[in-house]
């Protein structure tokens, strides 16, 4: 079973992503900044990491990214990235910090699906 880490210091959508993920096999896990998405990751070593891009705490997404993919463990865990910025240059920025992928909110609970499978296979 894939084990997926959302990271996303909004309640409802951390909790709208789960009721998307539910009736799929993967296993979930949770945090809500960056300190704790990387603290969590270093613990489970997860499959996929779902990342908000802006959080509080002192580290964004683009930080937690740079640092997953910098650590030997975790080097291999995929990341979306998933942000409100919607400018070229903030896609970039998500792919050049190493994120395998890029969605912007809104989205649907389809593309986030469809998001996930292609970037787990």
Same mark, same amino acid.
């Given at each position: 079973m894939k084990k997926i $880490?959302? %990271?996303?210091?909004?309640?409802?959508?951390?909790e709208l992503i789960k009721?998307?993920?539910?009736?799929? +096999?993967?296993e979930i896990y949770e945090a809500s900044n960056g300190p704790?998405?990387?603290a969590s990751a270093k613990r489970v070593t997860p499959d996929l990491i779902? $990342?908000? %891009?802006?959080m509080p705490?002192?580290?964004?997404?683009?930080?937690?990214?740079?640092?997953?993919?910098? +650590?030997?463990?975790?080097s291999r865990t995929r990341v979306i990235m998933l942000s409100a910025?919607?400018?070229?240059?903030?896609?970039?920025?998500g792919v050049s910090?190493?994120?395998d992928s890029y969605l912007t909110k809104?989205?649907?609970?389809?593309?986030?699906?469809k998001s996930i499978k292609k970037v787990l296979r």
């Open positions: $880490l959302i %990271v996303e210091d909004q309640s409802e959508i951390r009721v998307t993920l539910e009736f799929e +096999d993967y704790d998405a990387l779902l $990342l908000d %891009v802006m705490g002192g580290m964004d997404g683009t930080e937690v990214c740079k640092q997953v993919k910098s +650590d030997s463990r975790l910025k919607s400018q070229v240059a903030d896609k970039a920025a910090a190493g994120a809104p989205f649907s609970p389809m593309e986030l699906l």
